[in-house]
């Protein structure tokens, strides 16, 4: 668990997930997507009352919605009469079509469009499911991008140059590494810059 006010984590927390309700719960119909009222309704009254006439709707077993991912996993945890109230599903960013994409060559995925805290999203998701795979994958796509990232930082017309697409696709994790980076080589440079003006 992250620390409360953790920018960071309150990002990842908000992203929306997908998940299928196991159960019909009545008064949540408005999750389902179907939020908000007609459109062709004749006045602003009936809109309002259509609109409040759907926190009394109940959701459907099976229903598939995305939702924050603290909410999904609250309600994940949740039990009526021995059925678990939702089940989670695995988010896109983390699909089989990417992590094949991540498995030919990390380098070329652009992880930001995928989810901006990519890595501690698939963490929390991890914390709820065991996927071996997907650790391998993910363990494996760091330690290659972390190679090009130390590149990039140490070498100035690599960030400014061919490598400005791949500088662009990293995710929040990443971003902080190549300014660390970034800033040590900087700091190194002046330091034996010193060095050499002393000598």
């Not at 070329?108 to 994958?137: G, K, M, N, P, Q």
Request: glycine share 6%; aromatic share 8%.
């Amino acid at each position: 668990m992250s620390a409360y006010y953790d920018i960071d984590a309150i990002l990842t927390d908000a992203h929306k997930v997908p998940c299928t309700f196991e159960l019909e719960i009545p008064g949540l119909g408005y999750i389902d997507g179907n939020a908000g009222s007609d459109v062709r309704s004749p006045t602003p009254l009936v809109r309002a009352l259509d609109c409040y006439a759907q926190w009394f709707e109940q959701i459907k077993q099976g229903s598939r919605v995305t939702i924050p991912l603290w909410l999904c996993e609250l309600l994940a945890v949740q039990r009526v009469a021995d059925s678990q109230v939702l089940s989670l599903d695995l988010p896109a960013s983390l699909s089989p079509r990417v992590l094949n994409a991540l498995k030919a060559d990390a380098r070329t995925v652009d992880l930001r469009t995928l989810a901006s805290h990519f890595y501690r999203l698939a963490a929390r998701i991890l914390d709820l499911f065991e996927e071996e795979e997907i650790v391998d994958v993910l363990s494996e796509t760091f330690k290659k991008r972390a190679a090009e990232i130390a590149d990039h930082a140490h070498n100035a017309r690599g960030a400014l140059g061919e490598g400005t697409d791949f500088l662009r696709g990293l995710d929040e994790m990443e971003r902080q590494l190549f300014r660390a980076a970034h800033d040590s080589s900087k700091s190194m440079r002046m330091w034996m810059g010193e060095l050499k003006k002393k000598h």
